[in-house]
C-alpha cells in the first residue's frame, strides 16, 4: 500500500541522513555501556543495602507449649461448680457474669444471693489472669431472730496449664486466687461497722476426654484459707479454712451444648491446717452448658446437701457451716 505520507526529501538532507546511519554502530555501543554502567550500579546498591541493618521486623509470637494444644478444646464451664484444665487461647479475652444463690437452714431461713463480674484474659500461651469484682446479700431469720448483711469485695485468679489431654492423656491445671472482701460496709471501712475478710485458695483442676468428643471428667482438689479482720467489740481475728474435693463429668448432646451431673465434699476448719473440725458436707446436682452462639454461652449448676454434719451435732446434714442448696448462673462473652 503506498504511503501517502511520504515526502521527498532534499538532496542535502538525504546527506545528513546517511551521516546518521554510518553513526549508529558508534550510538548503540555507548548505549551498551550506560546500561552495563546502570545494571552495575543497581547491583552495588542492594548489596549495600543488605549490609546496612534496616528496620526490625517485629518479635515472633511465643511459641505454644504443647501443654495448650488440645484437639478438642473444651470450656471450663461445662463442668459446673468444678474446674477443667484448659485456658483461654493466646491473647483470647473474655467477660462473664455470675449469680451465685445458697438456700436453707435447719431453723427459720437462709437467702444468700451474689454477684461476681469477671475478665478472663491470657497473656501468654498456657497462663491465664482473671480480675473480678462481687458483691451480695444475706438475709436470715433463725429462731425468731432476723438479720441481714452484704459482702463487697474484688479478687484475682490466676491459671497455669501443667499438662495437656492429648499429649499426656489428660489435663492438669494450677489455680490461685487471692480476695478481699468487706461484710456489711466498704472494702475499706472505719473499725467497728465492719469486718474485712481475705481469702487464699488454692487448687488442682485435672481432666480427661473419656470418649472421643462426647464425654468428659473432671477432678479438682483446693483448699481455701480464710482470714477474717474481726471490728468493733470483738477486736481481733479469725482463722478458718475449707478443703474440697470434687468431680464432674459432662456429656456433649451437640456442638456446644452439655449436660452433666457433679458431686463435691466440703470440710472446714476452724484453723489454718486440717485440725479443729467444724463440720463436712457433701453436695451432688447437674449442670448444664450451652454455647447458643459463637461468642455467647449460658451455663448453670444446682448442688444439694445429701450428707454432712456439723461438730458436736448428729443430724444427717450440717446446716451449721453450709447451705442446704446451692445454685450457679453464669452469662459469657468471648471477644
Request: aromatic share 14%; with cysteine; glycine share 12%.
Amino acid at each position: 500500500m503506498p504511503n501517502n505520507n511520504f515526502i521527498a526529501e532534499p538532496a542535502s538532507q538525504r546527506v545528513r541522513r546517511d551521516d546518521r546511519s554510518q553513526s549508529r554502530p558508534v550510538f548503540f555501543k555507548s548505549l551498551s555501556r550506560i546500561v552495563a554502567s546502570v545494571a552495575l550500579l543497581l547491583a552495588s546498591s542492594a548489596a549495600f543495602a543488605a549490609d546496612v541493618p534496616g528496620k526490625k521486623s517485629p518479635p515472633a509470637p511465643p511459641e505454644a507449649s504443647q501443654a495448650c494444644l488440645e484437639k478438642n478444646g473444651l470450656v471450663n464451664d461445662v463442668f459446673g461448680f468444678n474446674g477443667g484444665s484448659d485456658v483461654n487461647d493466646w491473647k483470647g479475652l473474655s467477660l462473664s457474669g455470675t449469680y451465685g444463690g445458697s438456700f436453707g437452714t435447719r431453723a427459720g431461713y437462709l437467702n444468700s444471693h451474689s454477684g461476681n463480674l469477671q475478665a478472663t484474659y491470657s497473656p501468654y500461651p498456657c497462663v491465664e489472669v482473671d480480675p473480678y469484682v462481687f458483691g451480695g446479700v444475706t438475709g436470715s431469720k433463725t429462731f425468731g431472730v432476723k438479720s441481714n448483711g452484704s459482702t463487697e469485695g474484688a479478687g484475682i485468679e490466676l491459671k497455669y496449664k501443667l499438662l495437656g489431654r492429648d499429649p499426656h492423656g489428660f489435663g492438669l491445671t494450677f489455680d490461685l486466687v487471692l480476695q478481699g472482701a468487706a461484710t456489711n460496709g466498704a472494702y475499706y471501712t472505719v473499725v467497728g461497722r465492719s469486718d474485712n475478710v481475705y481469702d487464699t485458695a488454692f487448687s488442682i483442676f485435672a481432666d480427661k476426654e473419656l470418649v472421643a468428643g462426647k464425654l468428659y471428667g473432671a477432678l479438682n482438689v483446693s483448699y481455701d484459707w480464710n482470714f477474717q479482720d474481726l471490728g468493733g467489740p470483738r477486736n481481733g481475728y479469725a482463722n478458718t479454712s475449707i478443703a474440697r474435693f470434687g468431680a464432674a463429668l459432662a456429656y456433649q448432646i451437640s456442638d456446644g451444648l452439655f449436660v452433666g451431673a457433679e458431686g463435691s465434699h466440703f470440710r472446714r476448719y476452724d484453723s489454718m491446717a486440717f485440725n479443729k473440725q467444724l463440720g463436712y458436707a457433701t453436695f451432688l446436682g447437674p449442670n448444664f452448658y450451652w454455647a447458643f452462639t459463637k461468642s455467647w454461652a449460658l451455663s448453670g449448676a444446682w448442688n444439694l446437701q445429701v450428707d454432712g454434719r456439723a461438730k458436736g451435732t448428729r443430724n444427717d446434714l450440717d446446716l451449721t457451716n453450709f447451705s442446704q442448696h446451692i445454685v450457679k448462673l453464669k452469662l459469657n462473652h468471648d471477644f
